[in-house]
């Protein structure tokens, strides 16, 4: 079930304007997860783009290593209300995995697909102009599998949970279909900046 999460101390001054409305700061990086963290071996690695069951484009993970590489900093924002500052990530952005793959969006949404299962889904427009990338590195090191490494969907201008750890691709729809939170309750879209947390808000 979703619940409201976690409160804190209320922000100073200087960073009150950094942070959406009902987060607090941390500097901590907390992992939440729904079971047991899956440990994806690089050798094995797939990405994989699809419109419904039809594979697109795919790469190895030494093919995806090839692809142009993308440095972002800036701040996270969790659902469960904490907000981590200047995080430190590369990877590939979408633009760039469309490039490679020779596509233009086929669709207006897709759901990312992680290996535990998990789902997500964000509309393609908040994917493209930089905004999103498949991120393998953190702060200069690969991502440490508690954190969603090999790799994970980074898409930091929404909540975090729509940055889908352990991606292994992504799947075009011709609708905004839910993935797993939003069938539960969280918000089909997931602005922090609106406190969109739940179906209601």
């Known amino acids: 079930m979703a619940t409201r999460g976690f409160t ?24 939440l997860q729904l079971g047991p963290t899956p440990r994806v071996a690089t050798e094995g690695w797939r990405f994989t783009l699809r419109q419904g069951s039809r594979p697109l484009a795919s790469w190895s993970w030494d093919e995806f290593a090839q692809l142009p590489r993308t440095r972002w900093s800036g701040d996270i924002h969790c659902v469960t209300k904490w907000s981590k500052f200047d995080t430190a990530w590369e990877g590939v952005t979408f633009d760039d995995i469309l490039a490679a793959a020779g596509l233009a969006a086929p669709t207006g949404f897709l759901l990312a697909e992680s290996h535990d299962d998990y789902t997500t889904n964000v509309p393609v427009a908040d994917l493209t102009g930089g905004k999103a990338m498949v991120a393998t590195l953190y702060d200069g090191k690969p991502i440490p599998p508690d954190h969603g490494g090999p790799a994970r969907l980074l898409v930091p201008h929404l909540y975090f949970w729509k940055s889908a750890k352990w991606v292994k691709g992504l799947r075009f729809t011709e609708k905004d279909e839910a993935g797993f939170w939003e069938l539960r309750g969280y918000h089909m879209y997931g602005d922090p900046w609106r406190e969109q947390r739940f179906s209601g808000d």
């Open 8 to 31: 804190g101390r209320p922000p100073a001054a200087a960073i009150r304007e950094r942070l959406p409305p009902g987060q607090y700061l941390t500097e901590d990086f907390p992992v």
